[in-house]
């Protein structure tokens, strides 16, 4: 008896399917990661709140100020709400395509493992801080809530916030003293740098993935409305997001940029916990706002050149990503270029944003060529297998 035929499972997404607004907040997204991570490579000076660098210069202080309202907590949490949204987006592309559950999950599967493979050769060559493995075993955790009613998404979106307000205390307190604000930084030995890296990433990972299921799960909940891909049904939505998220994250975030940037100093234990947890919990209105926001302004910068630019650094956004990093060690590591032993906060931005902006031009001229990211082609091949051409 012949064996029963499996049902069809289409391949990745093609470039025609794409939509542009998740493309357009990956790339310019992009931009606060590299603003987030690069102050975590300097080294050789005392540091303060949230592995900043305690420093006494105005241009600096400045530097740390802004990125302490605007930055900080509240790019990664956009990465989960499209990390949510594209889950559902990629189910509801297989499942057209008639595949069963059970393949929808087998996808899902090799896709999240292959990122926490991704994620531990990041953290292992590069950069300790990597969010990749959290979202490869987050992802694991949320494709098991896909048929979830909508007031279960919400209740737990709600229920999740605990762990992110308990795990944001944290963030508040004053550092242990040190040279660097991050393991691995200030060792000037490749091999130790690496094993440090490692003995943070691997404890790190699973306990952050606390921190990150509230925004994805809302993804999910927003991708069952296609609010991105479809902004002008949902304009009313979008708008009184974007007021109300940015504005809540501006707002949490100033007391603990201020005490980041050495203008005011927190005077009590319970006034240390309490601006943590404060510029955490609103950090997640933050990336739900900025993903609103560009939602909004995705149909303007559609027909921009700069649009296009941003969009397809937005498809390339796990190699964007990764490219980062070694810039950031080639340029900024003591065993490498060196300078994060010299640069302060407002040095390390300006190496930062040009990081950014060469992964910008370099992305759309791989779109000129209609070449995809280095990045991506593994992770398709790891999520996929061979594909015909």
């Given amino acids: 008896m012949a064996s029963p035929r499996l049902a069809p499972r289409r391949g990745p997404v093609t470039a025609a399917e794409r939509s542009f607004a998740p493309d357009l907040a990956r790339g310019a997204m992009l931009l606060l990661i590299a603003l987030a991570n690069s102050p975590l490579y300097l080294y050789g000076r005392p540091v303060g709140r949230r592995s900043h660098l305690a420093e006494s210069g105005v241009l600096d202080r400045a530097v740390t100020f802004l990125v302490g309202t605007f930055v900080d907590g509240r790019a990664y949490p956009l990465f989960a709400f499209l990390l949510g949204y594209g889950i559902v987006r990629l189910a509801d592309r297989q ?12 996808v899902l599967r090799r896709r999240h493992i292959a990122l926490v493979a991704f994620g531990f050769l990041h953290a292992l060559l590069l950069f300790s801080g990597d969010i990749l493995g959290t979202y490869g075993l987050a992802g694991l955790v949320v494709f098991t809530l896909l048929g979830a009613s909508d007031r279960r998404l919400l209740a737990l979106t709600a229920a999740l916030l605990v762990p992110v307000i308990a795990l944001g205390t944290g963030y508040g307190l004053a550092p242990l003293p040190g040279d660097t604000g991050y393991p691995g930084m200030a060792v000037a030995d490749p091999v130790g740098a690496l094993l440090a890296r490692l003995a943070n990433w691997l404890p790190a990972t699973p306990i952050s993935v606390l921190a990150t299921l509230a925004p994805i799960v809302l993804g999910v909940w927003a991708a069952r409305r296609r609010l991105l891909d479809e902004p002008e049904r949902h304009l009313a939505v979008l708008r009184r997001t974007t007021v109300v998220g940015i504005t809540v994250a501006v707002l949490g975030g100033l007391p603990l940029a201020l005490v980041m940037a050495g203008v005011w100093t927190s005077t009590s234990f319970a006034g240390d916990l309490t601006l943590g947890a404060l510029h ?6 933050g990336g739900v706002g900025y993903a609103a926001a560009i939602s909004l302004f995705a149909g303007g910068f559609r027909r ?11 498809q390339r956004s796990l190699s964007c990503y990764l490219a980062q990093s070694v810039v950031f060690v080639a340029v900024l590591a003591p065993y490498a270029g060196g300078l994060g032993g010299r640069l302060g906060s407002a040095g390390v931005a300006v190496v930062a944003i040009a990081t950014w902006v060469a992964t910008v031009v370099v992305a759309e001229v791989f779109q000129r060529h209609g070449w995809r990211g280095p990045a991506e082609v593994a992770l398709r091949r790891l999520t996929y297998g061979r594909q015909p051409r």
Avoid: K, P, S, Y
């Fill in 280 to 285: 955490t919990l609103t950090g997640l209105a």
């Fill in 95 to 106: 499942v057209a395509a008639g595949a069963t559950i059970a393949d929808v999950g087998a």
């Fill in 304 to 314: 921009r050149r700069i649009g296009a630019a941003l969009a397809a650094c937005g």
